[in-house]
């Protein structure tokens, strides 16, 4: 059981592993996906998730830009209003003027 405890680290933990502050590890958590699961109110981290992380290197976009990069690239698209008109049209909701 000990070398299976040893696998999973708490937010303290897995920043001395890192060699970072706690501060860095919440940001890499956000901005390049650093895997962890939330137990709570408390944060775990497994040894060997990190590990795989570290060897997959850093994205060259974070998570959040990535969603932001593929929300915006339907800003023009017509179809993406054409499907929002026929969904508010099922629910019973008119949409004036281009906007619901």
């Given amino acids: 059981m000990n070398g299976l405890m040893s696998e999973v680290l708490t937010l303290p ?3 001395a592993y890192l060699r970072l502050s706690e501060a860095e590890v919440l940001r890499l958590i956000d901005e390049q996906e650093l895997p962890m699961r939330q137990v709570g109110k408390e944060l775990r981290f497994l040894k060997s998730a990190i590990q795989e992380w570290l060897a997959r290197g850093a994205s060259t976009v974070s998570g959040k830009a ?4 593929v929300a915006g690239s ?3 698209d017509p179809l993406v209003d054409l499907e ?4 508010l049209r099922r629910r019973g909701r008119a949409i004036s003027a281009g906007k619901p």
């Fill in 13 to 15: 933990e897995a920043a």
């Fill in 84 to 87: 929002l008109q026929e969904a």
């Fill in 74 to 76: 339907w800003k023009d």
């Fill in 66 to 69: 990535a969603q932001l990069a």
